[in-house]
Nanobody
Framework: QVQLVESGGGLVQAGGSLTLSCAAS??????MGWFRRAPGKEREFVAA???????????DSVKGRFTISRQNANNGNNTVYLQMNNLKPEDTAVYFC?????????????????????WGKGTQVTVSS
């Protein structure tokens, strides 16, 4: 059974930092990523990382402030992190972890939500001004 469980969200002041974690199990996952949905807005891509070789992509709005990383355990479980620094009120959103298991590529980074069949339930990040 595939499970993606996010943690690490919370309330932080502008300029502060948070680290989100996503524990994924049940499949061999290739690209893993983070998306977010702010109140009244569409879901948007935040960051994604390949299975190996550390290939990563970021939305322009978070580039230089957020860092994505991952650990692939020998038992098949994967954990992806999102280190968020210099947070701004506009970063307030529900953050979702996503994973895909189709590409078979160690370097591929999926950018579109439609490429990810597996999703977590989300974790709330609120940045106060």
């Amino acid at each position: 059974q595939v499970q993606l469980v996010e943690s690490g969200g919370g309330l932080v002041q502008a300029g502060g930092s948070l680290t989100l974690s996503c524990a994924a199990s049940g499949r061999t996952f290739y690209t893993m990523g983070w998306f977010r949905r702010a109140p009244g807005k569409e879901r948007e891509f935040v960051a994604a990382i390949s299975r190996s070789f550390g290939v990563d992509k970021y939305a322009d709005s978070v580039k230089g402030r957020f860092t994505i990383s991952r650990q692939n355990a020998n038992n098949g479980n994967n954990t992806v992190y999102l280190q968020m620094n210099n947070l701004k009120p506009e970063d307030t959103a529900v953050y979702f972890c996503a994973a895909e298991a189709r590409s078979g590529s160690l370097r591929y980074v999926a950018l579109r939500a439609g490429e990810y069949p597996y999703w977590g339930k989300g974790t709330q990040v609120t940045v106060s001004s």
